[in-house]
């Protein structure tokens, strides 16, 4: 089972770009880590058939109204866990762990940070990033293969534009 986790999309249509809807057409599920931003987006999502999402603190009320704060799925026996605001830095993890631990999961993916990670412990957490507006890294989302119990994983570049602080810092590596 190939899973697609992504996160702060923050689409103001209702037309996921085609850059990203070809990306995710080649996956079973799309993990979504909240904020879409407006509900026409959060039903584009939802009309792929393949959407298990959160609620983000950027999206409008309806959506807040229609989806859960955190949520739990199972696929091939692996335990997924998702929430929006997991944590407010990369730098320490250590309470998304015990957010991982106390929903009993063994993958936690998260958003709101809008930088990637994917960390191993005990339990397996995932910040996909951003595949549209990414901080401190370019776009972005996080590929999850579960195939007999076991679990690998792959950040996936989106084409896109990265944050302006990336942009900038290559075009001083550049000598521009």
């Known amino acids: 089972m190939r899973i ?9 249509t209702g037309k996921i770009p085609e850059y990203l809807a070809d990306v995710i057409a080649d996956y079973d599920i799309i993990a979504h880590a909240g904020d879409f931003t407006s509900y026409e987006c959060y039903k584009a999502f939802e009309a792929t058939g393949k ?3 959160v609620h983000g603190n950027a999206d409008e009320a309806l959506i807040k109204r229609e ?6 799925f199972e696929v091939g026996g692996i335990k997924i866990g998702i ?6 830095s990369l730098n320490d993890t250590t309470a998304l762990r015990y957010l991982a631990l106390e929903m009993e999961v063994d993958i936690l993916v998260f958003g709101h940070l809008h930088r990637p990670l994917i960390e ?3 339990v397996l957490l995932i910040c996909p990033g951003s595949p549209t507006k990414p901080r401190m890294s370019d776009p972005c989302a996080v590929e ?11 950040m996936i570049e989106i084409v896109g534009q990265s944050c302006d602080y990336i942009e900038y810092s290559r075009k001083l590596a550049e000598g521009d």
């Open 4 to 12: 697609i986790a992504i996160s702060d999309t923050h689409i103001e």
């Open 51 to 53: 959407l298990k999402a």
């Open 67 to 72: 989806l859960p704060a955190k949520i739990t």
């Open 83 to 88: 929430v929006h605001e997991g944590a407010l």
């Open 120 to 122: 191993k412990s005990d």
């Open 144 to 154: 999850i293969d579960i195939d007999n119990g076991n679990v690998s994983t792959r």
